[in-house]
């Protein structure tokens, strides 16, 4: 073993930093969060270069006294609480002092401040442990200037991701903050394009709506609940806003963003049998407590909080959402939960065979053509064994009687010869019978796959369509920053589409294949699914066909003749594809006689 040395305190600091700085978007979260907690009513935040050339983080706050300043950056001061009890007391984002030491050891940092009651204010320049302090002359506040961050810790800059990843991160650490603390406003820079403004707001209703659009705000409940010690209020999904990631789910405890793992938990029990399975709710859910009963020490970067009573915290979080739904009209969307098991079906006998109405059932009855022909099936469609997992992990399937049908070839050896159409339930699903079994067959799921495939190996049609009327798409702000750089992927796949405004597209042509479509859906679920992905490998194009694929698929209302029907079934069971949606759901399912003779108990 070598001798014990201490580390030179530059060094110190560098390790330190790396609690604190995981990228340029933590760099602006602590800057944002001092000018909020010097008071700030208005707060521009500049990027260049994704934050890595330079961040800058200006505000109208109350300044720091010039003979403070060389405190500022100095590791473990504060002006934020003096003895170690005052940390119970705490409302304000920062107290531990080592947000800016941290920073200046990693990059050149720059303060110009002047204090509300000084005329006189301070310039600070830290560089390579070199600090200068000079007189500045300025307006009230702060402006903090971050440059090169990283330049002596490569390993760190190595890890960063894509430039408009971490760019996004920016942004959304913007909006996080912002989603609370409504009465400041933002203006937000990034590398140079047009900035993005978010005007102080009189309601955190106003700032959701400013930051997410109206239509989303529409899609929310509000609802507020007060205990002895706890206000929580929170706006919630109605049964319709459903989203594909927990992403839109947000807790603040005190004004502060904190990831909060059981709160997706306890939200999906609340919304139990209302949303289906792999959606998630969208929840803005605001706590106010008193600062003794938490401690937010538990991170260097204060994300994380730890409750005196946490069972308390998640029923008031489970109850909130409950009150919130309660005596609302709502339909349940999650038939699923109800035919899990034989004993429930056999419990709810009456409702399965009001359910089969005979009309169903005898309906449009035909006989389908047979078919002679001989199939082979492609290597890729054997070696699935990953593609199969997913399934089993997507369902459970031991507990269901709906057995997933999980290969082509399996079903397609019994439909070659006969199968006996029965027809269409729910405006959904197909069904047939074939050796003694049911088939139930999700159309619009099965059709997405072919279209899907088709249009990955560029065998189906990519032409751009040009629209007779141009239509302005106009996005939430983050949706609008993130199609906005994927442009030219819409572009390459037939949309003809630029920017019009600061939160609008306009779209003058689209694929041929799309037909009647709502282009502004579509749009929008493509920048959400990126949104949602934290994977910045991400295959956009793909993303986008699987938009496309749904979009374009047909569904049971869109007037489907016998014929159409006929061949969508011939090409499902042609062995050439997998019987589950580019999502991984299954959409054939099998039902066999002896399933059914359990149910009847025959
Ligand atoms: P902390 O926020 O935990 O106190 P920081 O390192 O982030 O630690 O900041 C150190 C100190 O610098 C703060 O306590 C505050 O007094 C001062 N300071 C930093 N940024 C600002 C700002 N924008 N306006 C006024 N004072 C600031
Ligand atoms: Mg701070």
């Given at each position: 073993m070598k001798r014990i040395s201490e580390l030179p305190e530059n060094i110190k600091n560098m390790i330190a930093a790396g609690e604190v700085v995981e990228g340029p978007f933590s760099v602006v979260k602590e800057l944002v969060e001092n000018s909020l907690d010097a008071g700030a009513t208005n707060i521009t935040i500049e990027a260049e270069d994704s934050g890595l050339k330079k961040i800058s983080v200006a505000d109208d706050g109350s300044g720091i006294y010039k003979d403070d300043i060389s405190l500022a950056i100095s590791e473990h001061a504060t002006s934020k609480i003096k003895d170690i009890k005052d940390i119970s007391e705490i409302?304000?984002?920062?107290?531990?002092?080592e947000a800016l030491s941290s920073i200046s050891s990693i990059s050149k940092l720059t303060i110009l401040s002047r204090n509300d009651n000084e005329q006189i204010g301070a310039k600070l320049v830290a560089e390579n442990s070199k600090i200068e302090v000079s007189d500045y002359a300025g307006a009230k506040g702060t402006k903090v200037i971050v440059e090169n961050l990283f330049y002596n810790t490569p390993a760190r800059k190595k890890f960063l991701k894509s430039k408009s990843f971490e760019n996004r991160l920016i942004r959304e650490t913007v909006f996080k903050i912002a989603a609370a603390s409504y009465e400041t406003g933002f203006k937000l820079v990034l590398n140079n394009t047009k900035p993005i403004i978010l005007k102080p707001a009189d309601s955190l209703h106003q700032r959701l709506s400013d930051l997410y659009g109206s239509d989303f705000i529409n899609g929310l409940y509000f609802e507020k609940v007060k205990d002895l010690k706890v206000t929580i209020q929170g706006f919630i999904s109605k049964p319709d806003l459903v989203k594909s990631s927990s992403k839109y789910q947000q807790l603040y405890v005190n004004g502060r963003f904190i990831d909060y793992k059981r709160m997706s938990f306890h939200l999906k029990r609340a919304y139990e049998a209302i949303i289906p399975a792999g959606k998630y709710p969208v929840a803005f859910i605001y706590i106010e407590i008193n600062?003794?009963?938490?401690?937010?020490?538990?991170?260097p970067a204060k994300r994380e909080v730890k409750f005196f009573d946490s069972k308390y915290i998640d029923s008031l979080i489970y109850g909130l959402a409950k009150k919130t739904l309660s005596g609302k009209e709502h339909n349940i969307n999650n038939p699923e939960q109800y035919i899990k098991s034989e004993k429930i079906i056999t419990e709810n006998e009456s409702d399965f065979s009001s359910n089969t109405s005979k009309e169903t059932i005898q309906g449009s009855l035909y006989k389908a053509k047979e078919s002679g022909n001989e199939f082979s099936f492609p290597n890729t469609y054997q070696n699935n064994d990953d593609k199969i997992n997913e399934i089993n992990n997507y369902k459970k399937e031991e507990e269901s009687i709906l057995n997933p049908v999980k290969e082509g070839k399996d079903i397609y050896r019994e439909i070659e010869n006969d199968y006996k159409y029965i027809g269409i339930v729910f405006g959904v699903y197909i069904l047939i019978e074939k050796s003694e079994s049911l088939k139930i067959i999700d159309f619009h799921a099965a059709h997405e796959r072919i279209l899907f495939d088709k249009l990955m190996t560029k065998i189906a049609d990519n032409d751009s369509q040009e629209l007779v009327f141009p239509e302005e798409v106009e996005l939430p702000v983050n949706e609008f920053e993130v199609v906005k750089e994927k442009l030219n992927v819409l572009k390459e796949r037939g949309f003809d589409i630029d920017v019009f405004s600061d939160n609008s597209f306009i779209v003058r042509g689209q694929p041929?294949?799309?037909?009647?479509?709502n282009l502004k859906k579509i749009i929008s679920e493509f920048a959400e699914s990126i949104i949602n992905e934290n994977d910045y490998f991400k295959d956009f194009d793909k993303v986008l066909i699987e938009r496309i694929a749904c979009h374009s698929a047909k569904r049971?209302?869109?007037?489907?003749?016998k014929n159409d029907i006929e061949s969508l079934l011939d090409e499902i069971f042609s062995g050439k594809y997998d019987l589950r949606c580019p999502h991984g759901r299954p959409f054939v399912f099998n039902v066999s006689k002896n399933d059914f003779e359990k149910i009847f108990k025959r």
């Open positions: 409302l304000s984002f920062g107290f531990r002092g600062p003794e009963l938490i401690d937010i020490n538990v991170h041929t294949i799309l037909q009647k479509v049971m209302n869109d007037n489907m003749t």
